[in-house]
């Protein structure tokens, strides 16, 4: 039994059929339950609920300072290489792309940890392109073992591991993992992933469960909302989260709401996803979801973020950049997209501040 069951019940779901049949008094009384179901968290996306973003705000509001208090964690990504093998149409580091690949030296990666720790942050995500020659697992875990010395928690996105090599990067100091589905629906999924081993739809899928099963600590999952229909995603986003929920309850659970951004390389077959759509499923999720982390990432603009603070976010990026040793290197690289918010980790704290928020530097370490 895997996530790949519960896809298979939705795969042929009629969901054009099942929104023309909401109702608005559907929506007030789903608003107003103590728990929801699954259909009601579809019925939450749907476009009759549009109309009711105001009521689903208030409550996703409430929900979130019950179970996570006025506080927004903070972390950076940290890109260690742009290697990869993968032919993925929306990716900037696309083994096709004539961009400038690089791959830190351990001395670098100890530059980069120093002076993204003098900005106060003590949470880390570590990012590669897919290429298991440039950047094997036992490139990772030397690098996890530097940062240890700078960082309270290490957090990985990279290409998917088996289970003992999840195990193995664990031991080293890993405690999470991010890793996105990028798009759920598997026809959708073999299209734009046009070579390479991430066109392994199922190894993909299954990789939180291996992770779960080698005892990380938590988990964050996702689309990138724009590959497909956002209302189909962002339903089956949330099916998977509450299927690791549910199955590995010693395992925190979040979400991030990646949309597509400008990049290297030329991708046009983008479904919209506009602010609105964007606040429609973060507020469907935490109703559904109440102790579900929600990310931000700077692929949002300034106004955007601070502004879905008090929303349901538990999670931001800041002083962020997408480039190989964007902190400290001289010689440039090539980033993975553009970013929007461009603040700096003291802006944004300032920022959090100023929303009557706690920003968090810290919130867990090793023993």
């Not at 929920?245 to 925190?252: A, G, L, N, P, T």
């Not at 902190?327 to 700096?344: A, L, N, P, V």
């Amino acid at each position: 039994m895997s996530f790949y069951n519960e896809y298979l019940r939705y795969k042929n779901f009629n969901f054009d059929k099942f929104f023309e049949n909401i109702t608005p008094s559907d929506i007030l009384r789903i608003i107003n339950e103590y728990k929801i179901n699954e259909y009601d968290f579809l019925a939450l996306l749907s476009p009759e609920a549009e109309n009711y973003l105001e009521d689903m705000a208030q409550k996703a509001h409430r929900l979130t300072v019950q179970n996570f208090g006025k506080t927004i964690l903070l972390y950076t990504p940290m890109y260690l290489a742009n290697y990869c093998v993968n032919r993925c149409s929306y990716c900037g580091f696309n083994i096709e792309n004539k961009i400038k690949r690089k791959k830190l030296t351990f001395k670098e990666i100890e530059e980069e940890a120093k002076a993204i720790s003098s900005t106060g942050l003590r949470h880390i995500l570590i990012l590669t392109g897919e290429s298991r020659k440039e950047t094997p697992v036992s490139y990772i875990i030397d690098a996890v073992k530097i940062l240890r010395k700078y960082f309270d928690s290490i957090s990985i996105e990279i290409y998917p591991l088996n289970e003992d090599e999840y195990r193995q990067v664990i031991e080293a100091g890993v405690d999470g993992l991010t890793i996105y589905q990028e798009v759920y629906d598997e026809e959708i999924y073999d299209k734009v992933h046009i070579a390479g081993p991430k066109k392994n739809y199922k190894f993909r899928l299954n990789a939180p469960e291996r992770a779960c099963r080698a005892q990380i600590r938590n988990i964050n999952i996702g689309a990138l909302l724009g590959l497909n229909d956002w209302r189909k995603e962002a339903f089956m986003t949330g099916l998977h989260a509450k299927y690791l929920q549910d199955k590995y309850s010693d395992v925190e659970v979040s979400i991030s709401l990646p949309r597509i951004r400008p990049h290297i390389g030329v991708f046009e077959e983008i479904y919209p996803v506009n602010d609105k759509n964007l606040v429609q499923i973060m507020l469907a999720l935490r109703l559904f979801l109440p102790r579900v982390g929600i990310t931000i990432s700077t692929r949002e603009n300034q106004n955007l973020r601070d502004n879905l603070i008090p929303l349901g976010v538990t999670k931001m990026s800041a002083g962020v950049s997408t480039e190989v040793g964007g902190h400290t290197s001289k010689t440039k690289s090539d980033g993975q997209f553009e970013i929007s918010d461009k603040r700096s980790v003291k802006e944004i704290k300032e920022a959090i501040l100023k929303k009557g928020y706690q920003p968090v530097f810290k919130d867990w370490m090793h023993i």
